[in-house]
């Protein structure tokens, strides 16, 4: 059930497993006091969309004359850089305080605060990971025609210290992006359609309702099922509804009583992933070692069988210790293929390739068995 509290304190989710920790809540109020009386250490994850602090003097308007519907409320207003400079820097300490040893956070910007905003985060001790440019297909066009259409938000991905050991979760992401790394630049629509929330007035709620889909991939990147994301300018609760959908746990504050009203009603409407659908892809990098010795001492391939390489360009023996023999060279699966091609690393699992009928397979595919068997035993 989603609750709102409106004094720092803390509400202990029926069943839940986190303590005094308010889970799935909006606390109403400012953001520093309200984070600086959560326990600390105690949030995996934090995306943090801050005043941007744009400066309008004078209201935007198209060639004609219309007024263009810009941010121009008071809590984006700040006397001076100074000013706005002593905010950032007080919520980020509180940020980073509640922030668990092996926590991360997201901040995003424009080119107003987003530079100001990374000053803060490295004089505060936080790691830099990534800046990540969110590049947007449907762009406002600069309507004076005197600069570039500014078509694009920048996200600062930090870790609470370099010691960190983030999350991160690179083989899920690779697999969502066809095969391919997924790279820091996003191209993804602003929020319109049926996705922007609009009072009765036709009107939007909030002037920088962020979508949906930057707060999927940025969710589904680096958290996983059951974490705590800490969302400290909540708004119309974009970062609630997706973690609620991605079953995660959100804590939200927020001031604004309308922002908070439209996010209670959107988070409520939600309807959460479950079983398998939640399933994060295992990185390699933690799956059970298994030593290609252990291919041979097992029978899954026999001492003297011939390996080649994809293309059938290099071949070695293997041996009854699980070593490689090649021409002159002789060593662990890696060595060899590094020394037949004259490199200076290999990955042997996916070089080196076994006959199976007429088929070549990498000898990755038989350490895949051996790990399912392994995990079948241990659960």
């Not at 969309?49 to 007024?67: A, E, H, M, V």
């Not at 992401?173 to 319109?192: E, G, H, V, Y």
Request: include cysteine.
């Amino acid at each position: 059930m989603l609750r709102t509290e409106r004094s720092p304190g803390f509400v202990k989710a029926p069943g839940s497993e986190q303590g005094s920790l308010p889970i799935d809540t909006i606390l109403v109020g400012d953001c520093i006091d309200h984070m600086n009386s959560l326990p600390e250490g105690s949030v995996d994850l934090i995306f943090a969309d801050p005043p941007y602090n744009l400066q309008l003097d004078q209201g935007l308007t198209r060639p004609d004359q219309s007024k263009v519907d810009a941010v121009d409320d008071d809590w984006d207003k700040f006397d001076s850089f100074a000013h706005y400079d002593a905010f950032t820097n007080a919520w980020l300490k509180a940020a980073r305080r509640v922030l668990k040893p092996d926590g991360a956070i997201w901040v995003i910007g424009s080119y107003h605060n987003i530079f100001r905003v990374g000053t803060a985060l490295q004089n505060l001790d936080f790691w830099m990971l990534n800046d990540v440019i969110w590049r947007k297909a449907n762009p406002m066009p600069n309507f004076r025609g005197t600069r570039f259409t500014n078509a694009h938000e920048t996200l600062i991905w930090a870790s609470r210290s370099q010691k960190s050991k983030v999350t991160f979760n690179y083989e899920a992401l690779k697999l969502a992006n066809d095969d391919t790394q997924m790279r820091s630049d996003w191209l993804f629509p602003i929020c319109t359609g049926a996705e922007r929330l609009k009072g009765d007035d036709d009107e939007k709620v909030h002037p920088t309702q962020k979508p949906e889909a930057l707060l999927y991939r940025i969710l589904t990147a680096t958290t996983r099922p059951g974490d705590v994301v800490l969302d400290p300018f909540f708004g119309t609760g974009t970062t609630g509804a997706v973690a609620k959908k991605l079953g995660r746990h959100f804590i939200g504050i927020e001031r604004e009583n309308v922002y908070i009203n439209a996010a209670l009603k959107r988070i409520a409407s939600v309807n959460p992933l479950s079983g398998e659908a939640l399933s994060v892809t295992t990185p390699k990098r933690a799956a059970p070692r298994v030593a290609f010795g252990s291919l041979v001492e097992q029978g899954m391939i026999a001492p003297g069988t011939e390996l080649f390489d994809a293309r059938k360009r290099y071949s070695a023996m293997v041996r009854a210790d699980g070593s490689l023999s090649a021409d002159k060279h002789s060593g662990s699966i890696h060595r060899v293929g590094a020394l037949v091609q004259g490199a200076e690393a290999c990955n042997g699992w996916t070089f080196w390739h076994f006959k199976k009928g007429n088929t070549l397979l990498p000898i990755d595919e038989l350490r895949s068995e051996i790990r399912a068997q392994m995990e079948k035993i241990s659960a």
